[in-house]
């Protein structure tokens, strides 16, 4: 199999990121995880699939990238914040739920009207310019596509393997297996992509959960609540440690 894919799974990428980043000027904040999303795999793939690229511009598409994905993340994250607590909120007492609610409404608008300032200081043409400047220097020929996919699982089962029940370790192994379902995906191994990201969910929903629970740890909740705070945060840890339980 021939470059020509690995080509094609990043020119996608840069589509994505075009239509995305129309989006998010025009004040669509649903852009932002795909944006979040596309970001990551083509930063995967200028790494897994270094050989395929000129060493120069890939490097400067991949500092435009970062650039362009940090305007937005720490709305995703918020984002991810108000969907974990509105999972759990069962666990809430009746004065806890609404304090957080509020409390991530204020963080995420903050944040959001932020990010759109940044967004608007942007150069809109840099990264469509550095995406054809890697596409145009793109070495031809063959690349053992699966064979590095397959590496690239499996560094990501030594990952998850030595990561144990280490929180921000499993966090990288759940980087890892993300990286190895998008080398598959480019070789179009559908079934393997499909493995890893089943990996990756669930080392996401760990993550998401100890996010929320470090978030709340250090959030500066009414004395009157603290007690319904640490209890919920115990819970929160416990649901993320249960959660591990469906990688066997």
């Known amino acids: 199999m021939g470059t020509g894919a690995v080509r094609r799974y990043l020119a ?3 589509a994505v990121l075009d239509q995305a980043a129309a989006r998010l000027r ?5 852009a932002v995880h795909p944006t979040r999303v596309a970001v990551r795999r083509a930063r995967s793939t200028l790494r897994t699939f270094a050989a395929c690229f000129e060493p120069g511009p890939a490097r400067q598409l991949d500092a435009a990238l970062i650039a362009h994905a940090d305007r937005v993340a720490r709305v995703r994250d918020l984002e991810v914040l108000v969907e974990v607590f509105e999972e759990q909120r069962a666990d809430q007492s009746a004065e806890l739920s609404p304090w957080i609610s509020d409390r991530l409404t204020l963080e995420l608008d903050a944040t959001w009207r932020e990010a759109r300032e940044a967004l608007a200081a942007e150069d809109d043409g840099e990264l469509g310019a550095r995406f054809r400047a890697v596409l145009a220097a793109s070495a031809g020929g063959s690349l053992p596509l699966g064979r590095i996919a397959a590496r690239a699982g499996e560094r990501a089962a030594r990952r998850l393997a030595a990561a144990g029940g280490d929180p921000d370790a499993l966090h990288e192994a759940r980087k890892a297996a993300k990286r190895a379902r998008y080398a598959a995906e480019v070789s179009g191994d559908d079934a393997i992509a499909a493995r890893h ?3 990756q969910q669930i080392l996401g ?14 959030a500066p909740v009414e004395p009157e609540m603290r007690a319904d705070a640490r209890h919920l945060g115990v819970r ?13």
């Open 197 to 199: 990201q089943h990996v």
């Open 26 to 30: 025009a004040g669509d904040r649903t």
């Open 12 to 14: 996608e990428q840069g």
């Open 236 to 248: 929160l840890e416990a649901a993320a440690a249960d959660c591990l339980g469906d990688l066997i």
């Open 205 to 218: 929903t760990h993550h998401d959960l100890i996010v929320a629970a470090r978030w709340l740890a250090t």
